[in-house]
């Protein structure tokens, strides 16, 4: 089924900790996103990529790393992980990201919370 | 600044019609989105509208009016899967989206 994979579905870790959030897509899609979804907020966004080989900030960065090697992968690193980095992290993607009806797909998501 | 207004949380009741507004403020505009959320899982498309008026799809329909910073989502006939997050989407000048917190709907037997 085409879509996207993220991975881990959860986890848990300690502040301080590396910890890397997993996506792939097979729909060759050229932009990809990274948001978090906190409750009683609206999705933000933290980093994104207009086609692979580029990367851009969103609007909560610090903290964050990317990177697009390829067409398929977009993982998201955060380097030394705080409490304030307990959210829901969903992965997206569309076709192109300089177009007016840029539908995006979503992947499951991924769960963290950093104690 | 950029901003996206929707109400927090609604309730209807099952075969009834429901209306979500949304308005927002953005540096320029190339249209309006509508996302489900059912809790747990991830966003899923429903309409976009870039003209001003209404698309029909189904159950669901979404208006926009581009002069007043204003559209709505109408759901029609409404069933228990239809409890869900609903969530507006605008698109500025930049292609960048900007979204609303999400109106949580209820829907009662």
């Known amino acids: 089924i085409a879509g996207i994979t993220q991975a881990p579905t959860s986890q848990i870790l300690a502040a301080g900790r590396r910890m890397t959030l997993r996506c792939t897509q097979d729909?060759?899609?050229?932009?990809m996103y990274w948001y978090r979804q906190d409750l009683g907020l609206g999705l933000r966004l933290i980093h994104y990529?207009?086609?692979?080989?580029?990367?851009g900030k969103g609007e909560v960065p610090d903290g964050y790393s990317v990177s697009r090697a390829n067409t398929d992968d977009f993982p998201l690193t955060l380097a030394s992980a705080v409490p304030s980095q307990t959210s829901v992290y969903f992965c997206?993607?569309?076709?192109?990201?300089?177009?007016?009806?840029?539908?995006?797909?979503f992947g499951a998501g991924s769960r963290l919370t950093v104690l | 600044g950029q901003n996206i207004d929707q109400p927090t949380e609604m309730t209807a009741t099952e075969g009834a019609i429901v209306q979500i507004n949304c308005t927002y403020q953005?540096?320029?505009?190339?249209?309006l989105f509508w996302y489900q959320q059912h809790a747990g899982e991830a966003p899923t498309f429903l309409s976009y509208n870039v003209l001003d008026g209404l698309e029909e799809k189904g159950r669901f329909s979404s208006f926009l009016s581009r002069s007043k910073g204003y559209s709505y989502l109408l759901l029609k006939e409404l069933q228990m899967k239809d409890s869900a997050s609903y969530l507006c989407a605008a698109m500025d000048s930049n292609y960048q989206l900007i979204w609303g917190a999400g109106t949580k709907l209820i829907i009662k037997p």
């Open positions: 990529s207009n086609t692979a080989g580029t990367t």
């Open positions: 997206a993607s569309s076709e192109s990201s300089r177009s007016g009806a840029n539908v995006l797909t």
């Open positions: 729909m060759r899609h050229n932009a």
């Open positions: 953005t540096s320029g505009f190339n249209g």
